[in-house]
C-alpha cells in the first residue's frame, strides 16, 4: 500500500513540475494591438482635429520634460503643411515597443510657385514605448 501511494505522489510531482516549467518557457505576451490601435487612433483624431495641446499628451515623458506644450503646439501649428485624415494601417510590437504604421492625407499650402495648394498621401511608420503601463508616442 505504501508503495502505490509513493507511485501516485510521484507521479502527481511530476505532473506538477512539468505545468510549472511549461509556464516558464512560455514568452511573455505581446501587447494587445487594439490598445496600441485605440492610442494612436486618439492621437490622431486630436491632430486631425486641431487639438494640438491634446495630441501632446500622447508623446513620451522623456519628450515632453524637454519641449513644453507651448514649444510643441507652437511648431505643429507653424509648419505648411495640413493633416487631412489618418488610416491606421496596423503595428509590429515587441512587450515595451511598437511600429505603428498609419497613411496620412495632407494638404501644403504654396507648395509651388503658382499651386495654391498639393493634396497628398504618405505611409509614416511611428515609434510608440510601453511607460508605466501606458503606451506614448516617441517623435
Known sequence: MKRSFNKKAG?????????????CATSPAKPKTSVIEQRATERWSKMLSGDVAGAYEYLSPGFRSGVSSIQYQRSILLKRVRWTGAKYKG?????????????LSFTVAGALPGVKSFDGEKDID???ILSD???????
Open 126 to 128: 511611428e515609434s510608440w
Open 91 to 103: 503595428s509590429d510590437c515587441t512587450e515595451n515597443t511598437c511600429s505603428v504604421r498609419f497613411l
Open 11 to 23: 507521479l502527481l510531482l511530476m505532473a506538477c513540475l512539468v505545468l510549472l516549467l511549461s509556464a
Open 133 to 139: 503601463g501606458v503606451w506614448y508616442l516617441v517623435p
